[in-house]
């Protein structure tokens, strides 16, 4: 069996180390919050204390971190370290560009690695029902799937080295955008004296439905219970959406890409964030599109 390293115990990681400790994987785990490793000791977690310790004959590196320059001072302290063809796997989402390099820095130690970014929210990491998108080698691809499999239950390998960043970036601006059009949707509804529960009916089952409909309705006691349902409490924080979108917005600049919608999207976000909403889920945008 492989010995996985896994950085970074926060709302994701600490419940896809659990699924792995589950499944009788060894997981030795570290996070510069040191509360977050004790509490998965009794689970089974061997602890690290400090970065040098989890590259001890290790075969597999997981991070799952806030942002692309904290993975890159991860990498910087681990990467040399490492034995050779160690498979280093990044699940955190980052900007593409970023993941290039990082892909570039690994193969310079004779690392193996993959960009492995997911979707599914805390939920997903916590019923082992993530999807994993993927960029890197078929042979770092086919090591890592039967983690995946553990961690999710959905991994498609996008293409080469970033292109698991490039596919996030790509669902979650639409994400966002969709999100706000559904919140237009049912406020125009409104105005116009409709019954939002007649309004989800046809929407969910029309040429409209959508994800932002049918999956996480934003509005309360409307469809399958959803973060409105509890005060927006996240859920995926307006905070974490507007990271992504920043992702996003980069990749539209570097490729030119004509995108006036997901750059609206960004401006709406930001506008929910400076009015101080950021720790409400992103559904909540709703009520800033009144
Ligand atoms: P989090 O903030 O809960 O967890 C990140 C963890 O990293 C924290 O426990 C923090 O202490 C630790 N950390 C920070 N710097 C570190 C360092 N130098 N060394 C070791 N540990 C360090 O965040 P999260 O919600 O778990 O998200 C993690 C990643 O997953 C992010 O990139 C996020 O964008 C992505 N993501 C999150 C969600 C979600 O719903 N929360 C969904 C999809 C993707």
């Known amino acids: 069996m492989k010995k996985i390293g896994f950085i970074g115990l926060g709302n994701m990681g600490s419940k896809m180390v659990?699924?792995?400790l589950n499944t009788n994987h060894e997981v030795i785990g570290y996070d510069v919050n040191e509360k977050l490793i004790d509490q998965l000791i009794p689970k089974g977690l061997k602890k690290a204390s400090n970065l040098n310790e989890i590259t001890n004959d290790i075969d597999?590196?997981?991070t799952m971190l806030p942002n692309g320059e904290i993975?890159?001072?991860?990498?910087?302290?681990?990467?040399?370290?490492?034995?050779?063809?160690?498979?280093?796997?990044d699940c955190s989402t980052i900007d593409v560009d970023k993941a290039k390099f990082l892909h570039k820095k690994c193969n310079k130690h004779n690392l193996l690695s993959l960009d492995a970014p997911v979707s599914g929210g805390v939920v997903g990491a916590e019923n082992g029902t993530l999807t994993f998108m993927v960029g890197g080698s078929d042979k770092a691809y086919n090591l890592m799937l039967p983690l995946f499999n553990v961690m999710g239950n959905k991994s498609v390998l996008c293409g080469s080295?970033?292109?698991?960043?490039?596919?996030?970036?790509?669902?979650?601006?639409?994400?966002a955008i969709t999100m706000i059009g559904v919140g237009e949707a049912f406020n125009l509804g409104s105005n116009l004296g409709l019954d939002a529960n007649k309004l989800f009916q046809i929407l969910s089952t029309s040429s409209a439905s959508c994800w932002?409909?049918?999956?996480?309705?934003?509005?309360?006691?409307?469809?399958?219970?959803?973060?409105?349902?509890?005060?927006?409490?996240?859920?995926?924080?307006?905070n974490l959406m507007l990271k992504d979108l920043t992702i996003a917005l980069e990749a539209i600049e570097n490729t030119k890409t004509s995108a006036p919608f997901g750059r609206k999207a960004k401006e709406n976000f930001e506008a929910m964030i400076n009015n101080e909403k950021?720790?409400?889920?992103?559904?909540?945008?709703?009520?800033?599109?009144k």
């Open 18 to 20: 659990i699924n792995l």
């Open 60 to 62: 597999i590196i997981i």
């Open 71 to 89: 993975v890159e001072k991860v990498y910087e302290s681990i990467l040399n370290k490492l034995k050779p063809n160690t498979l280093v796997t």
């Open 161 to 175: 080295h970033s292109s698991g960043q490039a596919a996030k970036a790509c669902n979650n601006m639409l994400l």
């Open 212 to 238: 932002s409909i049918n999956n996480y309705c934003p509005i309360e006691n409307v469809g399958p219970k959803s973060p409105a349902d509890n005060n927006y409490q996240p859920g995926f924080s307006a």
């Open 278 to 289: 950021g720790d409400l889920d992103f559904s909540a945008i709703i009520n800033f599109n």
